[in-house]
């Protein structure tokens, strides 16, 4: 296969290799978390397709590189995120270097005079207390995160406040009035900021005295079945659970169907973050697009690389853009069986 009416790009490696544009990305870069057969794969393509790297080009026609940094290579809610990033500093000329987090990272690419910035996505912010680092070697840098505590650095904060506040008046406004969170682990970015919306809205909408049902996520293989066993046992009341975590909402859904029961028709489930995935869809989720915030996060940091002055004159560089929490209705979601919404009737008037 040869393209001679066009200028051959990396999506052309990927789509010929198939392999996603993240991996030919590390190939070119010479990283070393790349399989030898796969770099073999990518670099035969290379060759075959008359690639043009870096070396050897004008300047006007030169692939710029920016890094993405990651803490947590399984966590399967940011590959959307990441995938609409790397598309779209593709349409920009840019070639994205996936990279996991480390204090050396920054320092490393940074003396390579081919990263032009960074993009830092910590949604649980473990790369929080490195960034720092980053900002010490004076290229552009916007952070992804959930935690509007930190903001060293310019932030685009996905805002679990409000992320577990909507669930929860979303679940209310359906007739539900036991509604439990499955939270983020303890610790981490954006667990206090969820609990606190849950909280607030559970006060509002139930009244103070109002049972809390919260549980925090753990690694443990057992942790749904467990979770969703509790409440069964001790919290039988509840019929809707917010959860966190998308892969822990899927994970709630199989238990439930093992167990002969369904969602929306015995559990209600919402979950935070948007997902244009179709599958997705089906649930019933709060928070922002992963397409918009990599729009977001693509736009700033552009801005940034080609207007360098405005990292020191943006008021904007060390605070935050906070994104606004949208709700999108699924099918996971429905008013809670008939039984259910009499006892939580009677039990509010007592309340």
């Not at 870069?29 to 060759?47: F, M, P």
């Not at 480390?102 to 830092?120: E, I, T």
């Not at 089906?282 to 996060?297: F, H, N, P, Q």
């Not at 606004?324 to 008939?338: C, E, H, I, N, W």
């Amino acid at each position: 296969m040869e393209l001679r009416h066009k200028k051959v790009t990396i999506v052309d490696i990927a789509k010929d290799c198939g392999v996603s544009t993240a991996t030919v990305s590390r190939v070119l870069a010479n990283a070393a978390n790349v399989k030898d057969a796969t770099r073999q794969l990518v670099e035969g393509s290379i060759k075959r397709l008359n690639y043009r790297n870096i070396q050897g080009l004008s300047k006007d026609e030169q692939y710029r590189f920016l890094a993405i940094i990651i803490d947590n290579p399984n966590d399967n809610c940011c590959n959307e995120m990441i995938t609409q990033i790397i598309n779209l500093l593709q349409k920009k000329n840019f070639l994205s270097l996936i990279c996991f987090s480390s204090h050396d990272v920054y320092k490393y690419l940074s003396a390579s005079q081919r990263v032009a910035g960074f993009l830092s996505i910590s949604m649980l912010g473990a790369n929080a207390e490195i960034l720092e680092s980053a900002k010490e070697e004076g290229l552009p840098l916007v952070a992804i995160h959930r935690c509007p505590r930190f903001s060293s650095v310019h932030s685009i904060v996905t805002d679990d406040y409000f992320n577990a506040y909507l669930a929860y008046e979303h679940l209310f406004c359906l007739g539900h009035r036991h509604i439990a969170l499955i939270n983020h682990p303890k610790g981490l970015a954006g667990t206090y900021e969820a609990t606190l919306g849950y909280t607030a809205a559970k006060e509002e909408f139930c009244g103070a005295g109002a049972p809390e049902y919260i549980y925090y996520h753990s690694s443990a293989s057992t942790f749904t079945s467990d979770v969703l066993n509790e409440i069964q046992n001790c919290a039988p009341l509840v019929s809707a659970i917010i959860c966190a975590n998308e892969r822990v909402a899927w994970e709630i859904n199989d238990c439930l169907n093992e167990a002969g029961l369904s969602v929306p028709k015995d559990m209600s489930l919402v979950s935070f973050n948007i997902s244009s995935q179709l599958r997705s869809r089906r649930l019933t989720s709060v928070g922002a697009a992963y397409d918009k915030i990599a729009e977001i996060a693509v736009d700033t940091i552009l801005r940034f690389i080609e207007n360098p002055t405005s990292i020191q004159t943006d008021n904007q560089v060390s605070s935050m853009t906070i994104l606004k929490s949208d709700l999108s209705v699924g099918f996971s979601t429905a008013p809670p069986k008939k039984q259910l919404c009499r006892l939580a009737a009677g039990e509010a008037k007592t309340t």
